[in-house]
């Protein structure tokens, strides 16, 4: 009785079953695991190091963070002059990236009420974040700050990106 109501759940609210490898024996509901796919240390690496290169191109000093799918953070890097608030707002660009699965400044404006999902601990609506996806894999967010504009740590987030962007595509096949 107890899967009948979880299916009907899924069912009622849209939700697709994954086909997922389950117990032997049981009714076919409960996976044994799920695989979840997430950037290596290095790869992260790549993307952080990439964004800050690219800042540096544009003259200034800045902080990088990456976060996984859950949001965790995965590297963090700060420049030498980069000031150190620069270091909690580019994780709160990068978690806010990667939990709505768009750049932070496709995000600007679309909140107005005063009770809005920008009042949530964490979440950050400005530019400089961006989600790390290829092949249709979310894999988390990347997040810049320091630069005069959030459009330049957008640009040097896009940047780390691009670097491993080619590499997991090709993966993906």
């Known amino acids: 009785m107890k899967h009948y109501w979880a299916l009907a759940l899924c069912v009622t609210a849209g939700i697709q079953m994954p086909s997922l490898a389950t117990a032997e024996g049981s009714s076919g509901t409960q996976p044994l695991f799920v695989n979840v796919k997430r950037l290596s240390l290095d790869t992260a690496l790549r993307v ?22 859950g949001g965790q953070v ?27 699965n768009m750049a932070t400044s496709a995000l600007e404006g679309q909140f107005k009420t005063p009770y809005s ?21 979310s894999y988390g967010g990347v997040g810049v700050s320091g630069a005069p504009s959030g459009e330049t740590d957008e640009k040097c987030a896009r940047a780390g990106v691009a ?3 080619d590499d997991l595509d090709m993966a993906q096949q």
């Open 117 to 137: 999902v920008p009042k949530v601990e964490g979440v950050l609506v400005a530019p400089g974040g961006v989600p790390i996806i290829a092949g249709g894999v």
């Open 163 to 165: 670097a491993v962007a």
């Open 74 to 100: 995965q590297v963090v890097l700060r420049d030498v002059l980069a000031a150190d608030l620069s270091l909690r707002v580019s994780q709160q660009k990068a978690y806010t990236a990667m939990s709505f």
């Open 48 to 69: 952080a190091q990439a964004a800050i290169e690219q800042c540096r191109k544009e003259g200034v000093q800045v902080s990088a963070t990456v976060v996984d799918r």
